[in-house]
Structures are given as structure tokens and as C-alpha cells.
């Protein structure tokens, strides 16, 4: 399993007012992937309640996860009490397709520094290639990425 982008202990608080939420703040994070609307799915536990397809969501100073009433139910805690908070990233990972991977490994060395990159320039680099509208088009693209991964520097499109 991959490794977990939380996994401390942290005070549930609940907003004032009829009907405030209670929810966990934690650290900001740096290796979350940033997103426009400022949430990222995760899944993991709270003690030993399961969490699926639960919404992350990005604070200045942190994040923070509503916690539910059947949860809490289910492990016995409210306001003020300790929670053990299990979280993993739960985004669709990139999937570079077959052609792009055939080419690159062609070149070992060229494969790696590809593999290097962030995801999300990975994400750019081959949205760009199989973006093009002709199948000679990606062909042209794909030679173009290699050149550019074999002279190294920016990669810039």
C-alpha cells in the first residue's frame, strides 16, 4: 500500500451554532496535488472507522475533514476527544499510454529523466503529444519529446 499522506493524532472540534459541523484540522500539505475548488479525495480511518471516498479540503493554514455523526457514533468520540487520522491519497493516478512508453524505452536513460519529472508535467507532456488531431501528428510529437528529454533543461512546449 502506498504511503500515507497523514497519520497522527488530532482534536475533533465542532464549529458554533445549530447545526455546525465537527471536523479534524490538520498541517497543510505540501505534496497534494492543487486543485481549483480546493478539495482532494482521500480515503484511510479514523480510529477504526473506515473512510471512503471522503473530501479533503484545503484551509491557508491547513486542511480539514468533516467528520459525520455515524461516525463518531461508531467510535464513541465527540467534540474535545483524540482521533487517530489514517489518510491516503485517493486521486486517479496518470496512466502514460503504451505508445509513449514504447519510445521512451527505447532509450533507458531518456525513460528515466521522463520518469523524473512531476506528475504533473508528465500529465502536460503527454496531453500534448496525444492531443494532436493526426496520428502523424503524435508521431511527429512523440520524436519531438525525445529530442527534447535528450537535450535536457526546461522542457517547456
Excluded at 458554533?16 to 481549483?36: D, Q, R, Y
Excluded at 455523526?69 to 502514460?96: F, H, S, W
Amino acid at each position: 500500500m502506498a504511503e500515507p499522506i497523514i497519520d497522527s493524532d488530532f482534536l475533533l472540534q465542532k464549529m458554533k451554532g445549530k447545526g455546525a459541523w465537527t471536523f479534524v484540522t490538520m498541517p497543510a500539505l505540501e505534496n497534494l496535488p492543487k486543485k481549483s475548488y480546493g478539495t482532494v479525495r482521500v480515503f484511510g480511518f479514523i480510529d477504526d472507522y473506515e473512510l471512503k471516498n471522503v473530501h479533503m479540503w484545503a484551509m491557508k493554514k491547513g486542511n480539514f475533514i468533516a467528520v459525520k455523526a455515524e461516525i463518531r457514533k461508531k467510535i464513541k468520540k465527540e467534540e474535545g476527544d483524540t482521533v487517530r487520522v489514517v489518510l491516503y491519497l485517493d486521486e486517479p493516478q496518470m496512466v502514460i499510454p503504451e505508445d509513449l512508453i514504447i519510445c521512451l524505452k527505447e532509450d533507458p536513460v531518456l525513460y528515466e529523466r521522463f520518469l523524473a519529472f512531476p506528475e504533473n508535467k508528465k500529465r502536460e507532456i503527454t496531453d500534448w503529444v496525444f492531443s494532436a488531431k493526426t496520428e502523424d501528428m503524435k508521431v511527429v510529437r512523440i520524436g519531438q519529446t525525445l529530442d527534447k528529454l535528450e537535450k535536457g533543461g526546461d522542457f517547456i512546449l
